[in-house]
């Protein structure tokens, strides 16, 4: 094997503080290097580098075996190296040849289109990477997997040697990581090396050679995959021991808080759907990317009103239009993706933390700054959010502190069901333990919490009862103490019918 | 943080603004005289009134075209109900009734519809404009009763009744921005609708009610006014939406939505409305003013983006 990419002490500094110190870093062709490391240990900067988005302060970058000075996003593409982040970035209106096109064609605005040598080498690249997507569909109506394997057929006919993976698998279901995982086995093949980011450890020893760990901005160390497990690794990021990595508390359930009973939304392509969660249980709501589980959250909070079935809360038939209604009958929704629409960047912790309660921070209408202080000054104590005042704008803490933020503003609505959309998507390890302990805590104090997420440990290690969907609809559910990840993905690929315990 | 970072963008206007005054205090000192200063303040008032509905507008992230519009229907709505006999409050409720309702056909249409203000309103500023050349035919409101030019008070202290009178909606609108809910709510919605959404606020309700709101204050604006003088013109608004909008973007409320403060639109009025007979004490062709305005704007806007590259 041959090394593609070398680093050697690189340093980095931002407006002084250390990003990176003396981080060394060695890509072989054909090998799957994850990078690890909790947010801010430097990971991003170090990409950064490596595609010439930011020069380093020190060190040396060699890539096949060749010194590059004065790399640049421009002069790192031609050396073959590309990187495809968490969020495609592809123009959505237009077709998925003519994304591939931008950037391999050559320049020049009087440049007549050759739309048959587009579309033919759309064809040979997705052929390449076995992805059945055809070269004339506009990107907007594909799927994220899809548009995810779009941008590494883009990357390939960038003759991309180098390849960078910012968290390619974090809103991915199960048999989408395969298919991924089967792509990137196929460019291995091929001699391409890959740079791995992922927070989700236990999928690295499936597909990575090698592990490199990053702690604040220093390099803990590289270690061969097969010699590692997972508590290594959580060690290795954190540099102490998780106590546990689910805390999942028993707690005694109470009675039934809400219950659906055939709830439908053809809007939503969601039907018959069945179940009910309790007070102080955590319910976990799994299954595929697609399965509807998101769906049935918006449609219980209002987004998207049901139109068949009905909705019991406390045994009472309820109507929820809007989501106003919702809020008043104390359901609380945080979306999947905090950055869209979880809390709003340019206001304040402070007043994103009561942004859904306004009626209780105010008297007709006028609002009492004092007890709002006091409620977001309880809310960052209480969470732990890392946060320099409570007047800093929320679109400057880290992801799980935004994510923090995003609860606290439910919980100080005192909701008696609250539901989260894969809450730890993208947050790191610590933050990640303690938005889970935090959860056990609310259901411990009489929360009925429905809780979505796409981790199959995470729905394991917290839920109470597991509720799986399949095409729209209830597949099965599971008590705690039956559930395996087989039987969940059983249910979830729609292998088995209607089983386990009553949803 | 302080107040001084809070509300940096209003200073750096504010201070601008006083940099100017300062310079036509040495250059141009006849823009002192009391007399000048009053005629500039009373006739600024309506312009600051209907900016107050401006504003809310942006915040929410949408605009208003038709404003000039709503504001020559609503000068023309005043004097013919003045002329009718009507009580003095009556005919004041009357044009902001007619404000209001206007504001809400532009509001159903974008809010409940989901049409683009831009077009809307840009429909609606030609729509309601040509109405009004319909039925007018270019002509003035005349032979209103002597009751209603100044408010019946005379100009000595009628001026000073329209100065109080948008100042005190000034301080409502001020305090009620950061003080209320419902302010609250404008932010938000103009920040991120789907997040407001989320949070149980309803975003169309809000833009619905500041087209509302828009439309009343550009009545009020209108009514201030018409009572300056003896006949109303039909065509006092037109040109209105750039010396409105120009004020509020000016004055440091981003046109895309959820940041911004009425104080900003308040140094934003008196600075683009200083143009004018600043130009012509300084013995400047007086044609240059619209160019002035739309050059102070693009400096505006351009400080803003280099300020944020900065960070």
Same mark, same amino acid.
């Given at each position: 094997?041959?090394?593609?990419?070398?680093?050697?002490?690189?340093?980095?500094?931002?407006?002084?503080?250390?990003?990176?110190?003396?981080?060394?870093?060695?890509?072989?062709?054909?090998?799957?290097?994850?990078?690890?490391?909790?947010?801010?240990?430097?990971?991003?900067?170090?990409?950064?580098?490596?595609?010439?988005?930011?020069?380093?302060?020190?060190?040396?970058?060699?890539?096949?075996?060749?010194?590059?000075?004065?790399?640049?996003?421009?002069?790192?593409?031609?050396?073959?190296?590309?990187?495809?982040?968490?969020?495609?970035?592809?123009?959505?209106?237009?077709?998925?040849?003519?994304?591939?096109?931008?950037?391999?064609?050559?320049?020049?605005?009087?440049?007549?289109?050759?739309?048959?040598?587009?579309?033919?080498?759309?064809?040979?690249?997705?052929?390449?990477?076995?992805?059945?997507?055809?070269?004339?569909?506009?990107?907007?109506?594909?799927?994220?997997?899809?548009?995810?394997?779009?941008?590494?057929?883009?990357?390939?006919?960038?003759?991309?040697?180098?390849?960078?993976?910012?968290?390619?698998?974090?809103?991915?279901?199960?048999?989408?990581?395969?298919?991924?995982?089967?792509?990137?086995?196929?460019?291995?093949?091929?001699?391409?090396?890959?740079?791995?980011?992922?927070?989700?450890?236990?999928?690295?020893?499936?597909?990575?050679?090698?592990?490199?760990?990053?702690?604040?901005?220093?390099?803990?160390?590289?270690?061969?995959?097969?010699?590692?497990?997972?508590?290594?690794?959580?060690?290795?990021?954190?540099?102490?021991?998780?106590?546990?990595?689910?805390?999942?508390?028993?707690?005694?359930?109470?009675?039934?808080?809400?219950?659906?009973?055939?709830?439908?939304?053809?809007?939503?392509?969601?039907?018959?759907?069945?179940?009910?969660?309790?007070?102080?249980?955590?319910?976990?709501?799994?299954?595929?990317?697609?399965?509807?589980?998101?769906?049935?959250?918006?449609?219980?909070?209002?987004?998207?009103?049901?139109?068949?079935?009905?909705?019991?809360?406390?045994?009472?038939?309820?109507?929820?239009?809007?989501?106003?209604?919702?809020?008043?009958?104390?359901?609380?929704?945080?979306?999947?993706?905090?950055?869209?629409?979880?809390?709003?960047?340019?206001?304040?912790?402070?007043?994103?933390?009561?942004?859904?309660?306004?009626?209780?921070?105010?008297?007709?209408?006028?609002?009492?700054?004092?007890?709002?202080?006091?409620?977001?000054?309880?809310?960052?104590?209480?969470?732990?959010?890392?946060?320099?005042?409570?007047?800093?704008?929320?679109?400057?803490?880290?992801?799980?502190?935004?994510?923090?933020?995003?609860?606290?503003?439910?919980?100080?609505?005192?909701?008696?069901?609250?539901?989260?959309?894969?809450?730890?998507?993208?947050?790191?390890?610590?933050?990640?333990?303690?938005?889970?302990?935090?959860?056990?805590?609310?259901?411990?104090?009489?929360?009925?919490?429905?809780?979505?997420?796409?981790?199959?440990?995470?729905?394991?290690?917290?839920?109470?009862?597991?509720?799986?969907?399949?095409?729209?609809?209830?597949?099965?559910?599971?008590?705690?103490?039956?559930?395996?990840?087989?039987?969940?993905?059983?249910?979830?690929?729609?292998?088995?019918?209607?089983?386990?315990?009553?949803? | 943080?302080?107040?001084?970072?809070?509300?940096?963008?209003?200073?750096?206007?504010?201070?601008?603004?006083?940099?100017?005054?300062?310079?036509?205090?040495?250059?141009?000192?006849?823009?002192?005289?009391?007399?000048?200063?009053?005629?500039?303040?009373?006739?600024?008032?309506?312009?600051?009134?209907?900016?107050?509905?401006? /504003?809310?507008?942006?915040?929410?992230?949408?605009?208003?075209?038709?404003?000039?519009?709503?504001?020559?229907?609503?000068?023309?709505?005043?004097?013919?109900?003045?002329?009718?006999?009507?009580?003095?409050?009556?005919?004041?409720?009357? /044009?902001?009734?007619?404000?209001?309702?206007?504001?809400?056909?532009?509001?159903?249409?974008?809010?409940?519809?989901?049409?683009?203000?831009?077009?809307?309103?840009?429909?609606?500023?030609?729509?309601?404009?040509?109405?009004?050349?319909?039925?007018?035919?270019?002509?003035?409101?005349?032979?209103?009763?002597?009751?209603?030019?100044?408010?019946?008070?005379?100009?000595?202290?009628?001026?000073?009744?329209? +100065?109080?009178?948008?100042? +005190?909606?000034?301080?409502?609108?001020?305090?009620?921005?950061?003080?209320?809910?419902?302010?609250?709510? +404008?932010?938000?919605?103009?920040?991120?609708?789907?997040?407001?959404?989320?949070?149980?606020?309803?975003?169309?309700?809000?833009?619905?009610?500041?087209?509302?709101?828009?439309?009343?204050?550009?009545?009020?604006?209108?009514?201030?006014?018409?009572?300056?003088?003896?006949? +109303?013109?039909?065509?006092?608004?037109?040109?209105?939406?750039?010396?409105?909008?120009?004020?509020?973007?000016?004055?440091?409320?981003?046109?895309?939505?959820?940041?911004? /403060?009425?104080?900003?639109?308040?140094?934003?009025?008196?600075?683009?409305?200083?143009?004018?007979?600043?130009?012509?004490?300084?013995?400047?062709?007086?044609?240059?003013?619209?160019?002035?305005?739309? /050059?102070?704007?693009?400096?505006?806007?351009?400080?803003?983006?280099?300020?944020?590259?900065?960070?």
């Amino acid at each position: 094997m041959s090394t593609l990419l070398k680093l050697n002490g690189i340093h980095k500094a931002f407006a002084g503080v250390q990003a990176l110190r003396g981080v060394s870093f060695e890509l072989e062709a054909g090998e799957v290097h994850a990078l690890v490391g909790e947010n801010g240990a430097g990971k991003s900067t170090l990409i950064k580098v490596i595609t010439g988005a930011h020069a380093p302060d020190q060190g040396t970058i060699e890539v096949q075996g060749n010194p590059i000075i004065d790399n640049d996003p421009v002069r790192a593409r031609n050396l073959g190296i590309a990187a495809i982040y968490q969020q495609p970035a592809l123009f959505p209106e237009l077709t998925v040849a003519e994304n591939i096109a931008l950037g391999l064609e050559p320049g020049g605005a009087w440049r007549r289109i050759r739309w048959g040598e587009r579309r033919a080498r759309a064809e040979r690249l997705l052929a390449r990477i076995g992805a059945n997507i055809h070269p004339e569909t506009e990107v907007r109506r594909l799927t994220m997997p899809e548009q995810q394997l779009v941008e590494i057929a883009r990357a390939l006919g960038a003759d991309a040697r180098i390849l960078i993976m910012d968290e390619p698998s974090a809103s991915l279901g199960d048999q989408e990581v395969d298919n991924l995982f089967r792509v990137i086995r196929e460019l291995k093949a091929q001699g391409v090396g890959i740079i791995y980011i992922s927070h989700r450890l236990e999928e690295l020893p499936r597909i990575a050679d090698r592990v490199t760990a990053l702690r604040d901005g220093t390099l803990v160390g590289t270690q061969a995959m097969s010699e590692v497990n997972r508590g290594d690794l959580i060690r290795m990021m954190v540099g102490r021991e998780l106590s546990a990595v689910f805390p999942k508390t028993v707690v005694e359930r109470g009675d039934v808080v809400l219950e659906v009973r055939g709830l439908g939304c053809r809007a939503s392509g969601v039907h018959e759907v069945d179940f009910n969660v309790r007070a102080g249980e955590i319910l976990g709501l799994a299954g595929l990317v697609g399965a509807g589980r998101t769906e049935v959250s918006r449609v219980l909070f209002g987004l998207t009103p049901a139109d068949a079935g009905e909705i019991l809360l406390r045994g009472e038939r309820v109507t929820i239009d809007t989501t106003a209604r919702a809020v008043e009958l104390g359901i609380a929704y945080v979306p999947e993706d905090r950055r869209h629409h979880g809390v709003i960047l340019e206001m304040s912790v402070a007043t994103n933390t009561t942004l859904a309660t306004l009626g209780a921070i105010s008297r007709a209408g006028l609002l009492d700054f004092r007890r709002e202080r006091a409620v977001a000054a309880d809310f960052v104590q209480r969470l732990g959010v890392k946060t320099a005042t409570i007047d800093t704008p929320v679109g400057n803490l880290s992801g799980g502190n935004q994510q923090k933020v995003a609860l606290a503003r439910w919980l100080a609505a005192e909701p008696a069901v609250l539901i989260l959309d894969e809450p730890t998507q993208g947050v790191d390890v610590g933050a990640k333990a303690e938005i889970h302990r935090l959860m056990g805590d609310l259901a411990a104090r009489g929360l009925a919490i429905i809780m979505i997420s796409s981790e199959l440990p995470e729905i394991l290690g917290m839920s109470d009862r597991i509720v799986v969907m399949h095409a729209g609809t209830v597949a099965g559910a599971l008590d705690r103490e039956g559930a395996t990840q087989e039987a969940i993905l059983e249910l979830a690929l729609g292998h088995r019918a209607m089983s386990g315990v009553p949803a | 943080m302080n107040a001084v970072a809070k509300y940096r963008r209003e200073l750096s206007v504010a201070l601008a603004y006083a940099l100017f005054l300062l310079l036509l205090a040495v250059a141009a000192p006849r823009f002192y005289k009391p007399e000048q200063l009053r005629s500039f303040i009373v006739s600024n008032s309506s312009v600051l009134v209907a900016a107050i509905g401006m /504003t809310l507008v942006i915040l929410c992230r949408q605009i208003d075209l038709s404003v000039g519009s709503q504001f020559s229907i609503c000068g023309v709505v005043a004097g013919l109900l003045a002329k009718t006999g009507l009580p003095l409050p009556v005919v004041g409720l009357g /044009t902001l009734l007619v404000g209001g309702g206007l504001g809400a056909i532009n509001g159903a249409l974008i809010a409940f519809l989901g049409l683009p203000s831009i077009v809307v309103t840009l429909a609606t500023l030609v729509i309601l404009r040509e109405s009004l050349r319909y039925a007018r035919e270019g002509s003035f409101v005349r032979d209103i009763p002597q009751g209603f030019q100044w408010f019946g008070a005379g100009q000595g202290s009628g001026q000073w009744l329209v +100065v109080a009178v948008a100042l +005190v909606v000034f301080l409502i609108f001020l305090w009620s921005l950061r003080n209320l809910s419902a302010g609250r709510s +404008v932010y938000a919605t103009g920040s991120d609708p789907e997040a407001a959404r989320l949070v149980g606020i309803r975003p169309r309700r809000v833009v619905f009610l500041v087209f509302v709101a828009m439309g009343a204050l550009a009545g009020l604006g209108a009514l201030l006014n018409a009572v300056r003088f003896a006949d +109303v013109d039909p065509n006092s608004g037109v040109g209105l939406e750039m010396q409105v909008i120009a004020a509020v973007v000016v004055g440091g409320t981003a046109i895309s939505g959820g940041r911004g /403060t009425l104080f900003g639109t308040l140094v934003g009025v008196a600075l683009l409305g200083s143009i004018g007979p600043a130009l012509v004490f300084l013995g400047t062709q007086p044609q240059w003013e619209k160019a002035i305005q739309g /050059t102070i704007i693009l400096l505006a806007v351009a400080s803003d983006a280099l300020g944020r590259e900065g960070k």
